[in-house]
């Protein structure tokens, strides 16, 4: 049975780049929203580093650029890429713009700022530690709302106008909603750990691809956060084998980095991305609406995610602000947002 029952004009499930920015853009345009995060803080070991030049200039149209600046992170105008024995290096230069360059930067710093930011407008609220559990619908099956659990434990409805995904590939939301989903397949998933980096070692980001291995490294200063791909569905075989073989596995492509792999402890230290591709055929149904990675999970090829993910947000605010204010929001408004994207 649940608790409390409580209302807003807009629910957000889920505090990545997505839910964090469509909160504050609405918030700033006047609606009420309430972002939901089930955990407590931002602190994820597996989130993407990389804010390319198009958020960039957001947050400046924002009046962001300030606060952006004060967060730790690296300006980065090449991207350094070996295949095989080739190395290259890609220049940022020719992008448009104020920003010729992409920013790494830690996520939960990202979204920090962004809540900060967000704190700051009367109509928004973040509830921190509450999980979405569930779609509220009406007699019709229009979705009214969510069922949550608080910071409390209590289960909780908010009901609200609108109620917007942005809990990512695993959405509680989008799988209640049934909607189809296209899977485009995946042929690797992807080990997520950190070795020591030395002040001489390659700075910003760098990719390397040899002999059917591949890895990319995110210069986080004093560490190199390290996605390495292996063959989808190959985790548990290779995990099988112990910490020894993965370290071999490591150095047959990272050779200068073999003296470090011993700071990989265990494979406690390995975490595993289940690389997905998909997406809805559909981003909507009455009352919901679908953004991010619950409405199509991204690679990570290309650091791309963050960006994918606040674009949504751009375009959903944009849209929908104002009839969210009226009171007047429709299925066609959330048509019109998977037809902007």
Wanted: one cysteine or more; hydrophobic letters at 40%.
């Amino acid at each position: 049975m649940s608790g409390p029952v409580e209302s807003t004009t807009c629910v957000v499930a889920g505090g990545g780049p997505a839910g964090m920015m469509l909160g504050l853009l609405l918030a700033r345009g006047g609606v009420a929203v309430t972002v939901l995060e089930k955990h407590a803080d931002f602190l994820r070991d597996f989130r993407g580093d990389t804010v390319h030049a198009s958020t960039l200039r957001l947050l400046d149209e924002l009046g962001l650029a300030g606060e952006f600046a004060r967060v730790p992170h690296r300006l980065i105008d090449e991207v350094n890429v070996t295949i095989q024995d080739t190395a290259l290096k890609v220049g940022l230069d020719r992008l448009p713009g104020a920003h010729q360059h992409i920013a790494l930067v830690p996520q939960w710093d990202f979204l920090e700022l962004l809540a900060r930011a967000a704190d700051a407008e009367p109509t928004f609220r973040l509830l921190r530690r509450s999980e979405v559990l569930g779609p509220l619908r009406d007699g019709s099956g229009r979705v009214t709302g969510v069922r949550y659990r608080g910071a409390d434990g209590e289960e909780r409805e908010l009901r609200a106008e609108l109620t917007v995904a942005c809990d990512g590939r695993g959405s509680t939301l989008r799988d209640a909603s049934e909607l189809p989903r296209r899977s485009f397949g995946a042929p690797m998933d992807v080990w997520w750990f950190r070795l020591p980096r030395h002040e001489s070692d390659p700075h910003g980001l760098t990719g390397i691809f040899r002999s059917g291995h591949g890895c990319a490294l995110i210069d986080r200063g004093d560490y190199f956060q390290i996605a390495y791909l292996i063959p989808k569905g190959a985790d548990q075989p290779m995990r099988a084998e112990g910490i020894e073989a993965f370290r071999r596995e490591v150095t047959g492509l990272l050779p200068w980095l073999g003296d470090r792999l011993t700071s990989v402890e265990s494979f406690d230290d390995v975490k595993l991305l289940d690389v997905q591709l998909n997406r809805l055929r559909r981003w909507y149904t009455d009352g919901l609406l679908m953004i991010g990675d619950a409405a199509h999970a991204m690679s990570p090829i290309g650091g791309v995610g963050i960006n994918l993910a606040v674009a949504d947000a751009v375009a959903a605010a944009r849209i929908l602000a104002g009839p969210l204010r009226d009171g007047t929001v429709r299925r066609r408004h959330l048509a019109a947002v998977q037809a902007r994207r």
